[in-house]
């Protein structure tokens, strides 16, 4: 792994964590620098609503986003176990656990997966989450795993922080206003992908990268669209393979 690229992410990250935070923003930026930096294939991280229910908030691609809504909708997987036992759960052979996970396994290999490893969000006692690592070849290494871990922990840590510095109640509350903020951004990727004729991926990005672009947050831009309020015109698709600049703002 690059050491460089490995603690330029993490100062990538710690930037985020001020100005005005916008929590999706942060949770996709560390689901995709996850792909980028360890050697799986997607990620996603579910956090708990105020009911204490777990919810997707971030996923790096549509194909696992999917897949993370059949485990909750199952109520079965490792992102489950890892958050109710608050203990990382590391699955480097899928085939090899039939037992386990009866609807959960086969729906992950169907979609080419053979590995996972969920990472609990927790600080202490305080689990707010977990962290989904899948992968279409072996797993990840001892090593790889305690750096995905401190990634989960510094994310933990950004929305905590987020919450004292807003002086909220609870974490959950903000977890909520976020949950809330997904939904309209999910209505805003179904518009953008039927007007412009893209896949859901492109939408988002087409979506996120408008919002860093013009620095506005996600659920606002979001918000317009759904409200048909935005000039769709102006968004195009970023041709393939090119990444937006870092916006250190936030």
């Known amino acids: 792994m690059d050491s460089q690229r490995l603690s330029a992410t993490f100062v990538e990250l710690a930037d985020t964590l001020v100005g005005d935070f916008d929590a999706l923003d942060f949770l996709h930026l560390l689901t995709t620098r996850c792909t980028q930096l360890l050697d799986v294939t997607a990620a996603g991280v579910l956090l708990a609503d105020l009911a204490g ?3 997707v908030m971030a996923a790096s691609s549509e194909q696992v986003r999917l897949l993370e809504l059949f485990q909750l909708q199952n109520d079965q997987g490792p992102c489950l176990d890892c958050y109710r036992s608050g203990e990382p ?3 480097p052979d899928l085939s090899a656990v039939q037992g386990r ?3 959960f396994t086969p729906e992950a290999r169907r979609r080419g997966f053979s590995a996972v490893v969920a990472l609990p969000m927790r600080l202490r006692q305080n689990i707010i989450g977990a962290m989904n690592l899948f992968s279409t070849g072996p797993g990840l290494d001892l090593a790889d795993i305690q750096i995905a871990q401190a990634l989960a922990d510094v994310a933990t840590i950004g929305i905590l922080q987020h919450r004292a510095h807003r002086q909220a109640d609870t974490v959950v509350t903000q977890l ?3 949950l809330n903020s997904r939904v309209f951004i999910e209505q805003a990727k179904g518009i953008l992908a039927q007007r ?8 988002f990005s087409t979506l996120r990268d408008h919002a860093r672009a013009n620095h506005r947050h ?3 831009l979001a918000q317009a669209i759904v409200a048909g309020t935005e000039d769709l015109t102006a968004m195009s698709v970023q041709p393939s393979g090119a990444r937006p600049r870092p916006d250190r703002d936030g």
Request: proline fraction near 0%; glycine fraction near 8%; avoid cysteine.
């Open 89 to 91: 759960v590391s699955v």
């Open 196 to 203: 412009l004729g893209i896949g859901m991926d492109e939408a």
């Open 53 to 55: 229910d777990l919810r």
């Open 218 to 220: 996600l659920t606002e």
């Open 101 to 103: 996970w009866q609807r």
């Open 176 to 178: 909520q206003t976020a």
